[in-house]
């Protein structure tokens, strides 16, 4: 079955970096949409970057420039990295997956805290 596993949150002092992964299983990696989101307690699901098959990206407005996208077919892995973390920032960040013409999904989310 499909599994998305994330992986690499934890608590980080205000301007500090995390790389988070989401190692993927289940279906076919190389040909898949994929991304990173990001939802607060009472607030909606937002998009924080994507990155499509051929490694075209899309990042939100709010992370240009700090956060990086990647991806490694060979292991099946996506990554973000993000540096200059802000106390904004802290929230459960969430793998997403659309592979070729098939439904869309979701990991279990990590928690990214951003104190010091």
């Known amino acids: 079955q499909v599994q998305l596993v994330e992986s690499g949150g934890g608590l980080v002092q205000p301007g500090g970096s995390l790389r988070l992964s989401c190692a993927a299983s289940?279906?076919?990696?190389?040909?898949?949409?994929m991304g990173w989101y990001r939802q607060a307690p009472g607030k909606q699901r937002d998009m924080v970057a994507t990155?499509?098959?051929?490694?075209?990206?899309n990042y939100a407005d709010s992370v240009k420039g700090r956060f990086t996208i990647s991806r490694d077919n060979t292991n099946n892995t996506v990554y973000l990295q993000m540096n200059s973390l802000k106390p904004e920032e802290t929230t459960v960040y969430y793998c997403?997956?659309?592979?070729?013409?098939?439904?869309?999904?979701w990991g279990q989310g990590t928690q990214v805290t951003v104190s010091s």
């Open positions: 997403h997956a659309t592979p070729l013409r098939a439904r869309d999904y």
């Open positions: 289940g279906f076919t990696f190389s040909s898949s949409f």
């Open positions: 990155i499509t098959r051929v490694r075209s990206t």
